[in-house]
């Protein structure tokens, strides 16, 4: 049977169905007759492929299972995602100084999921659309300080589309450290520590200094500020935060250092705890911790981890990253996917 256009010779006919398919020749006055009604009478379990005519809006409409809604045959159907994020910058090293550096900084933290940096509100969920390119970048660690004394390195910033996390700020010298995602503790002098970012880290600890004895102050963490050097040892790094999009603690501050006879600054979520002789801990990789400080026995500061960058998303879709460039692994939950990228930049693509 050869589906057409129905005109008033096939009527007459009487060879239309109750679906409009007529089985007549088409006409040039010929129509297709959908099926019509009002909007409550919609169909109760639509699927791909359905059309009809809406009746209450006086427009022809289509089923799109992407959306779960109805379409006018005049409107774009919404083609947009919703994808929350966690974005760790990489994180500073310590810095190196004679009478006790300070810890290095948190990457910067900045997520959708739970709390954001700077015990912040989380950020809104991105909207992103199918088949476009969006920008994947994971931020590398500070490098460790050694030979001569100077200030921590900073961390690199790491990228998901329009979000940007700071990389930390290095750990202080004889003075205040670097500003950054989280700021870096200030070296073995009565300093204040450098600044964190506003919704990404806190702020780095002071250091003290007495006869003759110094102490680093910790680097700044995501979920806290670092503690000050005292008289008796290097200052503690500030809190991470635990993630609530997959459970991994990251982005804690770096130890403050100080002399041999006192006790060097401890750390958390991925931070490095400071040294009085020797090497100081490094922040742990893809968690966006601060390096621990060296000691006044002039030792070599801790590098800062590199950050990471992780995406949910529905399980209907998929993510790709045409070119390369990118290292990253995906997990399914709850009906969701989770892809955590590890290393490198560049572009990925969501599909269905």
Same mark, same amino acid.
């Given at each position: 049977m050869a589906i057409s256009k129905i005109g008033s010779d096939a009527l007459e006919a009487g060879a239309v169905d109750a679906t409009g398919v007529s089985d007549s020749a088409n006409t040039s006055t010929g129509f297709f007759a959908l099926p019509s009604g009002t909007t409550a009478q919609r169909p109760g379990s639509p699927a791909d492929g359905y059309v009809r005519f809406n009746t209450s809006?006086?427009?022809?409409?289509?089923?799109?299972?992407?959306?779960?809604?109805?379409?006018?045959?005049?409107?774009?159907?919404?083609?947009?995602?919703?994808?929350?994020?966690?974005?760790?910058?990489?994180?500073?090293?310590? &810095?190196?100084?004679?009478?006790?550096?300070?810890?290095?900084?948190?990457?910067?933290?900045?997520?959708?999921?739970?709390?954001?940096?700077?015990?912040?509100?989380?950020?809104?969920?991105?909207?992103?659309?199918?088949?476009?390119?969006?920008? *994947?970048?994971?931020g590398g660690g500070g490098a460790a300080r050694s030979g001569s004394d100077a200030v921590g390195e900073n961390g690199t910033n790491s990228v998901f589309s329009t979000i940007t996390s700071t990389g930390g700020g290095g750990g202080g010298t004889n003075g205040t450290g670097n500003t950054g995602g989280s700021g870096g503790g200030a070296g073995g002098t009565n300093t204040s520590g450098a600044s964190g970012t506003s919704?990404?880290?806190?702020?780095?600890?002071?250091?003290?200094?007495?006869?003759?004895?110094?102490?680093?102050? &910790?680097?700044?963490?995501? &979920?806290?500020?670092?503690?000050?050097?005292?008289?008796?040892?290097?200052?503690?790094?500030?809190?991470?935060?635990?993630?609530?999009?997959?459970?991994?603690?990251?982005?804690? &501050?770096?130890?403050?250092?100080? *002399?041999?006879?006192?006790?060097?600054?401890?750390?958390?979520?991925?931070?490095?705890?400071?040294?009085?002789?020797?090497?100081?801990?490094?922040g742990t990789t893809n968690t966006g911790g601060g390096g621990g400080g060296a000691g006044a026995g002039g030792g070599t500061s801790g590098a800062g981890g590199s950050g990471v960058v992780v995406i949910k998303y529905s399980d209907t879709i998929s993510v790709s990253n045409p070119g390369g460039g990118l290292t990253f692994s995906t997990a399914s939950s709850g009906g969701n996917k989770i892809t955590t990228f590890t290393a490198g930049t560049g572009n990925i693509q969501f599909s269905l």
């Open positions: 809006t006086s427009e022809p409409e289509w089923y799109d299972e992407f959306s779960s809604s109805w379409v006018n045959f005049s409107d774009e159907p919404n083609r947009s995602i919703s994808v929350d994020f966690l974005v760790v910058a990489g994180g500073a090293s310590g &810095g190196r100084y004679g009478a006790g550096a300070g810890g290095g900084g948190a990457g910067g933290y900045r997520t959708s999921v739970g709390t954001s940096g700077d015990n912040s509100s989380a950020e809104s969920t991105l909207s992103l659309a199918l088949d476009t390119s969006y920008t *994947v970048t994971v919704n990404q880290g806190g702020d780095g600890g002071a250091g003290h200094t007495s006869a003759n004895n110094g102490a680093g102050g &910790g680097g700044g963490g995501a &979920g806290g500020n670092g503690s000050a050097g005292t008289s008796s040892g290097g200052g503690n790094g500030g809190a991470g935060l635990t993630s609530s999009i997959d459970s991994v603690a990251r982005a804690g &501050g770096g130890g403050g250092g100080c *002399v041999a006879a006192d006790t060097p600054g401890t750390a958390s979520s991925g931070g490095g705890a400071g040294s009085t002789t020797g090497t100081a801990t490094s």
